[in-house]
């Protein structure tokens, strides 16, 4: 019903800029949240940055001040703006959305993931 397909990662060193980015389409009348997790080789897939369903936003600590969440409503696109890249920053991102999709003549609220893109950051 929904893909979400995520772009933008890649090799980058330590201090350099990448952009993230998630586009959902299908059936899709309303998002509620959408954001982006990461996750590293051993490590649990943590929050990175999201919009709420209410509209406002969250920052794991670790990106804040360095990364930027944003979306472009009408092409159905979150971004992710990284800059000032730490090793540490290396992961698999994942795009994640709670999204109201209609289903027949109703509508139903369902979570969806993209199928990740590596970040890697070199020292």
């Known amino acids: 019903q929904v893909q979400l397909v995520e772009s933008g990662g890649g090799l980058v060193q330590a201090g350099g800029s990448l952009r993230l980015s998630c586009a959902a389409s299908?059936?899709?009348?309303?998002?509620?949240?959408m954001g982006w997790y990461r996750q590293a080789p051993g490590k649990q897939r943590e929050l990175v940055a999201e919009?709420?369903?209410?509209?406002?936003?969250n920052y794991a600590d670790s990106v804040k001040g360095r990364f930027t969440i944003s979306r472009d409503n009408a092409k159905n696109t979150v971004y992710l703006q990284m800059i000032s890249l730490k090793p540490e920053d290396t992961a698999v991102y994942y795009c994640?959305?709670?999204?109201?999709?209609?289903?027949?003549?109703?509508?139903?609220?369902?979570?969806?993931w993209g199928q990740g893109t590596q970040v890697t950051v070199s020292s």
């Open positions: 994640n959305a709670h999204i109201t999709v209609n289903v027949g003549v109703s509508r139903r609220l369902y979570a969806y």
């Open positions: 299908g059936n899709i009348f309303m998002f509620n949240a």
């Open positions: 919009f709420t369903s209410g509209g406002s936003t």
